[in-house]
């Protein structure tokens, strides 16, 4: 299939075949897909929560409402925003180009001063506002690529974040739930993998100057 064929096979899966799983190399594409998403100014604030243990899925059932897709999918994949984002993340960033490239200090200061001084800025909200658009990002990308690789999913924003981060425990790892993408493979009796897509035309949407 052609990319744009895989974008219209992918919908949002309502119910995954349960006794499928993802292949850990269908697993690792999607850690190092996330890993390579693009973000703003090269920070990697975010975080990827991979849940796979079906008891610890069972008990978010409540937190998401009682949608399935949590529990019934090979892996539940939980977006994350760090609840701090200071000088430390700067400098550890500037401290990975500085070993990776070998970019002498003297290039990269100036640089550094000036993401600092705009962090320190951002206020609290700002700042949860700017990390939460940047986990939207990830999401796009995962997405995608779970199209190409031919893994269901299913991107959910109705859940309880702060249910889920004291079930999970992600508050003790500083860090507050955004998004969840469960990922698996679609039961053959999922009614909604057959619905045609239902989009305005390509003329509709897109603008050419």
């Not at 529990?71 to 977006?79: E, K, Q």
């Not at 609840?83 to 002498?104: A, G, L, Q, W, Y």
């Not at 940047?134 to 690529?145: D, E, F, R, S």
């Amino acid at each position: 299939m052609s990319i744009i064929e895989k974008l219209q096979w992918r919908y949002a899966t309502k119910k995954f075949d349960s006794n499928k799983e993802l292949s850990n190399d269908k697993l690792q594409t999607l850690k190092e897909a996330f890993n390579l998403t693009a973000l703003s100014y090269g920070l990697q604030t975010l975080k990827l929560v991979v849940v796979k243990d079906k008891t610890k899925r069972e008990a978010l059932l409540p937190c998401a409402f009682g949608q399935r897709q949590v529990i019934d999918s090979s892996h539940l994949l939980v977006l994350c925003i760090q609840s701090e984002i200071d000088d430390k993340d700067v400098d550890n960033h500037f401290d990975n180009i500085k070993n990776i490239r070998e970019t002498p200090d003297h290039i990269l200061d100036p640089f550094k001063t000036q993401m600092k001084s705009t962090i320190s800025s951002m206020s609290l909200d700002r700042k949860v506002d700017w990390a939460t658009r940047q986990a939207y990002i990830a999401l796009g990308n995962l997405m995608t690529v779970c199209a190409v690789e031919c893994i269901d999913s299913c991107p959910m924003e109705g859940f309880k974040p702060a249910e889920v981060d004291k079930t999970l425990a992600l508050d003790e790892l500083g860090l507050n739930s955004v998004l969840l993408l469960p990922v698996g493979y679609r039961a053959e009796d999922d009614m909604f993998s057959t619905f045609k897509k239902v989009r305005k035309t390509v003329s509709e949407t897109v603008v050419e100057l």
